[in-house]
């Protein structure tokens, strides 16, 4: 068996005498917020770049202000809005700036509808005057204001309209939406949750055209569930989900002139069963970027528009075995060339093209990826990005020029580094942590990367931590099935590598995702730590088909759901039993979502390896999931029924020999609950015993009140009595 330390710093814990680390956690503190990290809340760049604005609460009043800080000194400059100040408002929850800083969207009463999309009620600031008024008495979707900040476009009732807050003309640009018939500016359950976006328009460069996506969703199957509330009967939510296979939203494309008061269908092409992800206008206003993405998401055309003469043009055309990512990357450069990421030549990269689509150069290379794109400082021509060039556990934040040249690492400590750049990207915040380091808030110089000074630090977090007996995660390396894969293992306190202990495994394993990294602690991992408090190795592993090692690493499970991913849990849970201080015939296995349709196959597929194992909110057969996910890995069931259906839990449930703990939210909108009924069902057939939980009216996260401490104290307690 092959373990190795990845190096020598990354064994980490709280730098604390020993003596003082002697509480053990305990689950009410975990889930009652005891050991919350503290964060700056909304933060914004100011238009000036010198300073920078954070949302925050008067302690006395209640009221909810935006405050005004100085870079350079951190000193205060003013408040810049209160709810207090405002009539009918009490507070705010978040806010948005126009492009010229002189107006602020603030969006109260908002209500959550899925993941990301939300209503509520919004009032526009305007600075220069101190003037509010409310945009609507109704709650309105994703509001938008235009670059010169003198209009507004919103949603309500799935229709697009606009608003001129300086002729006080409004106009309703559509008039057919309808709940599960029409969304117009809007995106569709399935858009929103897979390409994670829900405004569905844009404004144009000079504030005179509107682009929007029409979803027509009437031939989309419709999927109910039951909310059972407090009342004398339940309700029914029903709402349009393609599941794979089925029929998507048709989507089709407009453009609206508001001073010629004329709207325009754009035909893009001879595109047959296709997304379009993304839509963004050009630094030219007459000039729109569409993408467009065929059903298999394996190639994608990136289409300029014009405006006037409504002809598309492809600029760019990217192919690929597997997939093709969805970004935000896409950025304009005054000259209308612009930056795009890409997986091309195996990782991904950052690239700069002429407004032809002719390639001017690979601006960033290497076997390693690109995590994230910041943007460009077009005085010094650079651009500003992060990536795991200094192992993919950890993140940093690089600096190099247009052409490829001058690469400098700014972040200088090893973990977790992000950025908020000034509008003049002369400065940045840098939000740094590892496994021995809660979040520390930085100013940096945007040139060096040096410390200015620091704005936030949790050292009374680090002091509170001191009390407990804090268990370190120990990351390594093991080799499984010719892979080199990444690994953290958590040991009790006074651990003897002369006795036999369980061991508990957590993992999620979805394609490109990461859960060995070296980042502060979030609830789970105290709850982690806290089943090694008694006596339990807890470890987690990422195996085949998860990120941040390049393209042939991640899509090595294409078309294949759920077999490698399998295999190396498997593979991983056997060579950990042949160390001598592991238990064999005490091993068990848990995830969430993914996690959960993993942690249920290995179960059933390895029942002499693991004894147990705990599946929350599983995908139980990928027949039950939506296109866009489902089909980008596996195609349509038509196409590829073996790779549905041989890794699918519910069709293995005869090797189920352990114990089994299944989980489920009814009112989960996402991983719907008929995954853990049909399942269920086909354990009840198949005779074995198992246990299981629904939380009523809780969506995929199982949250909310007492739940999750619930729901963790059943997984503790089924943990030890079991493992």
């Known amino acids: 068996m092959k373990i190795t330390k990845l190096f020598f710093g990354i064994v980490l814990c709280i730098g604390v005498a020993t003596s003082a680390q002697n509480k053990n956690f305990t689950l009410d503190e975990i889930w009652g917020g005891n050991f919350k990290a503290e964060r700056l809340q909304s933060l914004h760049s100011m238009k000036n770049g010198t300073q920078y604005s954070v949302l925050e609460k008067d302690k006395a009043s209640g009221a909810t202000n935006i405050e005004v800080y100085n870079y350079d000194t951190g000193e205060k400059a003013k408040t810049l809005v209160s709810s207090g100040a405002i009539d009918g408002l009490e507070s705010f929850q978040g806010y948005t700036f126009s492009k010229d800083g002189n107006r602020i969207i603030l969006s109260s009463e908002v209500e959550q509808i899925y993941r990301r999309s939300s209503r509520g009620i919004y009032h526009i600031y305007d600075i220069p005057s101190n003037g509010v008024f409310k945009v609507s008495d109704k709650k309105i979707q994703s509001p938008m204001l235009s670059p010169d900040g003198n209009k507004i476009a919103y949603v309500l009732d799935n229709n697009l309209y606009m608003l001129n807050f300086v002729t006080g003309q409004e106009i309703q640009l559509t008039d057919d939406g309808k709940k599960n018939k029409v969304l117009n500016g809007i995106t569709d359950w399935v858009y929103e949750e897979e390409f994670a976006f829900v405004r569905a328009f844009d404004w144009s460069a000079d504030s005179n055209k509107i682009a929007f996506l029409r979803f027509d969703e009437r031939e989309v199957p419709e999927f109910s569930m039951d909310v059972y509330g407090k009342a004398l009967y339940q309700k029914q939510e029903v709402f349009k989900y393609p599941k794979a296979g089925e029929k998507n939203s048709k989507v089709s494309l407009f453009v609206a002139d508001i001073n010629a008061m004329a709207l325009d269908e754009i035909k893009l092409g001879d595109y047959k069963d296709f997304y379009i992800p993304r839509i963004k206008w050009t630094a030219n206003p007459d000039v729109l970027s569409v993408q467009v993405l065929n059903r298999h998401q394996n190639n994608l055309d990136l289409i300029f528009v014009d405006a006037k003469t ?180 958590i040991k009790p306190k006074d651990f003897d590598p002369k006795k036999k202990y369980p061991l508990f495994m957590f993992q999620y394993s979805g394609p490109g995702s990461q859960m060995v990294k070296n980042s502060w602690n979030n609830q789970r991992d105290y709850w982690h730590m806290m089943l090694a408090q008694q006596g339990y190795i807890v470890a987690c592993v990422d195996g085949k088909g998860t990120g941040l090692k390049g393209a042939k690493f991640k899509k090595a499970t294409q078309n294949d759901l759920g077999n490698l991913e399998v295999q190396d849990q498997i593979a991983v849970a056997k060579q950990f039993g042949e160390l001598d201080y592991i238990d064999a015939s005490r091993i068990g296995i848990w995830g969430w979502s993914y996690g959960g349709f993993m942690s249920s196959n290995c179960l059933f597929k390895a029942p002499d390896t693991f004894k147990m194992a705990i599946a929350v909110a599983p995908v139980t057969s990928w027949r039950f999931y939506d296109t866009i996910y489902t089909e980008r890995y596996l195609m349509t069931p038509q196409e590829n029924a073996k790779g549905y259906d041989t890794n699918s839990p519910i069709n293995f449930v005869n090797g189920l020999k352990g114990k089994f703990l299944l989980v489920h939210g009814s009112a989960d909108d996402n991983v719907h609950v008929q995954n853990t009924m049909q399942l269920v069902e086909a354990l009840v057939q198949a005779n074995k015993d198992f246990d299981w939980a629904i939380y009523p009216d809780k969506n995929h996260g199982i949250y909310g009140g007492n739940t999750r401490l619930h729901l963790y104290n059943k997984m503790t307690n089924f943990i030890k009595n079991n493992l």
Do not use: C
């Open 310 to 489: 409504k002809a598309p043009k492809v600029v760019l055309n990217e192919k690929d075995e597997a997939y093709i990512d969805i970004t935000d990357n896409l950025t304009f450069l005054d000259d209308n060339s612009f930056i795009w990421t890409s997986e091309k030549d195996g990782f991904n990269h950052i690239y700069h093209y002429k407004e032809t689509g002719e390639l001017i150069n690979q601006v960033t290379k290497g076997s390693w990826e690109v995590t994230d794109y910041y943007g460009y400082d077009t005085k010094n021509k650079k651009i500003f990005y992060q990536s795991v060039e200094d192992g993919n556990i950890n993140r940093d934040i690089y600096a190099i020029t247009l052409d490829g040249k001058d690469k400098k690492r700014l972040s200088t400590k090893g973990g977790f580094n992000d950025a908020e750049f000034s509008a003049d990207f002369s400065k940045y915040i840098n939000y740094f942590s590892n496994t021995k380091t809660p979040y520390v808030y930085t100013l940096n110089d945007g040139a060096t990367g040096k410390v200015i000074r620091e704005l936030k630090d949790n050292k009374g977090l680090l002091e509170k931590l001191k009390q407990y007996d804090v268990r370190p995660k120990e990351f390594s390396t093991i080799t499984i099935n010719g892979e080199t894969l990444n690994t953290w293992m």
